[in-house]
């Protein structure tokens, strides 16, 4: 889910910056300690910006203290919480959905995921109705990712490495929504649940909760004006536990973007040029003969969406990748040839939101992978059967 969040777990973003000399252990949080009470003094504009000022300082400062000083910044944007009337939710979420896609935007937002914490900076636009976006971390080890319309870059400046690909689902954030909500009735709970203000922006609380253990829940803070999704949770409903959280800080909209905002910060000339995967597939025809697949066990209203045949960089034979959804949560059914190395009873791993399962025989690998709990592709990837 989440910015996508897809996007951001595969460029596992993080960038560094230039940084005056490092204060001593004592000024430094003397400094701290005065800038929080001057900020309550001040209005929501003010004290956002002394306190994304302090992180030019970010050679002394860690993750946490990093990500600690924007969730004050939201803390104080959203002191003054006004209810604002409420519009359908169905509604709301188309508009989310139409934001993704449409909405010129800068900012900054915390994004919380396989217990990390990573302070990000965003431009988002549509140019020459190609949308366009560029994040970079504020913290640690220096990395950007760019999506230019279909295809994304990751750049690497350390290991002078961009690797690219396409951005398949991604859409900047969440992607999950489905065009007619009725489908999705018998499985979820889609209510508005009341009004936030986050980084001085009101903002309506949708909640889509499952009606089972094999999906997770959400919880969206969206501006009923723009659209813009302010804040979004990942919940396992099993355990209560958000396994993932975005959230805004800072957001300043704009009429129009030019090409150059989403123009990398490094020169790319003597970098090594990578492609995560071809962009080469072939879509499969359902109808036609294919290998004697059957799952025995799939949560209500999981269905086969897509099937294709793709050729993966590490492997010299096609997998071939199948998508069940239930217009929310999707799972991935991927199936190759095994090898010698690739032999083993069954392997549940997980990062996150996200969860899989591996098993093969003699003959074929199967992962089931998807951003749903781990029963879920246990229970799939354990009654997949293919001869």
Known sequence: MIIRIKFLRACNLRQ???APTQPTGRLKHKKLKSTFIITLGMGARESSYLMLKLLSYEKWMNNNTITRLLLWCALVAGINVHASEAIPVDDLLLKMKQAQYQLN????????HAEKLDAMQIVHGLVDD??????????????????????????????????VGPTSSYNGVPSIVPKDLSNVSAVYRIESTGFN???????????????????YGYEFCIQPQTGMLLRSKVIDTNTQEVLEEMLFTEVRYMDSVEAHMFDSQYDLADFKWKQSLSSEYETI????????????????????????????????KPVRHMVYSDSIASVSIFISESGAKDRLKSRLTGRGAINAFTKSNERYKITVLGEVPSETVELIGASVTLK
């Not at 935007?105 to 919380?112: A, D, H, L, R």
């Open 285 to 316: 025809n359902r109808a036609m003969p294919q290998h004697a697949l059957t799952i025995s066990q799939l949560p209500q209203d999981f269905v086969l969406k897509n099937i294709t045949q793709r050729k993966i960089q590490m492997s010299a």
């Open 105 to 112: 935007y800068q900012g900054t937002f915390v994004f919380k």
């Open 16 to 18: 560094p910056s230039s």
């Open 130 to 163: 190609k949308v366009k976006q560029r994040i970079v971390s504020l913290n640690d080890v220096a990395r950007e990712v760019i999506r230019d319309g279909d295809l994304v870059r990751c750049i690497w400046p350390r290991k002078r490495q961009v690797v």
């Open 197 to 215: 203000q986050i980084a001085g922006k009101a903002c309506q609380l949708v909640s889509i909760m499952p009606a089972d253990n094999y999906r």
